[in-house]
Nanobody
Framework: QVQLVESGGGLVQPGGSLRLSCAASGFTFSSYGMRWYRQAPGKERELVAG??????NYADSVKGRFTISRDNAKNTVYLQMNSLKPEDTAVYYC?????????WGQGTQVTVSS
């Protein structure tokens, strides 16, 4: 049974930090590219960051503030988020993809507000 379980979301003040985790099970984690997406109310889901074969990529809006990493021994992908802004408020999802095979997590809420 495939599972992706995100955690680490919450309420944080502007300028603060959070680290999201996505724990995977039920598939060969190390073979999959992993991505973080987010969806704010009334907006489309957007790609935030990705990591595959050691190569990372980021949306322009988060470059220099967010860092994606993975630990294949723990079957977990992380998103370190620093210097958070109110516009980073969204539900954050992780996605695993290998060719046409795709799995999504259930999401974790991140709210940036004073």
């Amino acid at each position: 049974q495939v599972q992706l379980v995100e955690s680490g979301g919450g309420l944080v003040q502007p300028g603060g930090s959070l680290r999201l985790s996505c724990a995977a099970s039920g598939f060969t984690f190390s073979s999959y590219g992993m991505r973080w997406y987010r969806q704010a109310p009334g907006k489309e889901r957007e790609l935030v960051a990705g990591i595959s074969s050691g190569v990372t990529n980021y949306a322009d809006s988060v470059k220099g503030r967010f860092t994606i990493s993975r630990d294949n021994a723990k079957n977990t992908v992380y998103l370190q988020m620093n210097s958070l802004k109110p516009e980073d408020t969204a539900v954050y999802y992780c996605k695993a993809q290998l060719l046409t095979r795709t799995y999504w997590g259930q999401g974790t809420q991140v709210t940036v507000s004073s």
